[in-house]
């Protein structure tokens, strides 16, 4: 079975510019969350798509958004990147089934989106 | 507030020596515990998990991890650790409903022959 990809790998914006990163899941896993691992502040979640409708959100502001397709697959853009936006991204997904479907809750990550702004 | 501590930034072993990775969990109820691991430049990838019962589980690449309810911890170990484990270590937690991981600061292993 294929991993989780993302795509692109690496990617270099300007400040200001936006930016989309993509995600596509395990075949048959429903959820993708979203990560970003900067060296000083570590791994933080940025939030988690579930049957194409947002269930958990993290702390961060509203330039950071997502969304995720009927096929699972997910996308999440960075409006207005500045400087501190620089990180690996990380996709990770979830076959995440609803409460007391399941016990199968471990997620698989992908290898990542490096972002640098400049 | 919901966190994760790896006390160990950076943890020196020499190979064949066992290893014992630290970790702390705060949570309001017992979380669903995980490990992972990652090598320069890549993503994560899941080395074992914890949901309920016994409280020792096994994982992948030789590892273990061990459960304890009183101390809120999940220490990671390894018998004999070999040059491939160099790598940096995530103790990551989760609450019972939704997929929100809070992961710990990371331990970086680094192996001397």
């Known amino acids: 079975k294929a991993g989780v990809t993302q795509t692109p790998r690496y990617l270099i914006k300007t400040r200001g510019q936006q930016v989309t990163l993509s995600c596509s899941p395990i075949s048959g896993h429903r959820s993708v969350s979203w990560y970003q691992q900067t060296p000083g502040q570590g791994l933080q979640f940025l939030f988690e798509?579930?049957?194409?409708?947002?269930?958990n959100k993290g702390n961060f502001p509203g330039r950071f958004s997502g969304r995720q397709f009927s096929n699972s697959r997910s996308e999440m853009n960075v409006s207005t990147l500045e400087l501190g936006d620089s990180a690996l991204y990380l996709c990770?997904?979830?076959?995440?089934?609803?409460?007391?479907?399941?016990?199968?809750?471990?997620?698989?990550f992908g290898p990542g989106t490096r972002l640098t702004v400049t | 507030a919901q966190s994760v501590t790896q006390p160990d930034i950076h943890i020196t072993v020499s190979e064949g020596a066992s290893l014992e990775l630290r970790c702390n969990y705060s949570?309001?109820?017992?979380?669903?515990l995980f490990w992972y691991v990652q090598s320069p430049g890549q993503g994560l990838q899941l080395l074992l998990k914890y949901f309920s019962g016994d409280t020792l589980v096994q994982g992948i690449k030789g590892f273990e991890a061990e459960f304890k309810r009183s101390q809120s911890s999940f220490n990671l170990r390894k018998p004999s650790v070999h040059w491939s484990d160099a790598a940096e270590y995530f103790c990551?937690?989760?609450?019972?409903?939704?997929?929100?991981?809070?992961f710990g600061a990371g331990t970086i292993l680094r192996v001397k022959s």
């Open positions: 798509y579930f049957s194409e409708t947002q269930r």
């Open positions: 990551a937690a989760q609450g019972e409903y939704g997929n929100k991981l809070v």
């Open positions: 949570y309001g109820a017992t979380p669903y």
């Open positions: 990770a997904s979830s076959l995440a089934l609803l409460p007391g479907q399941g016990n199968s809750y471990e997620q698989y």
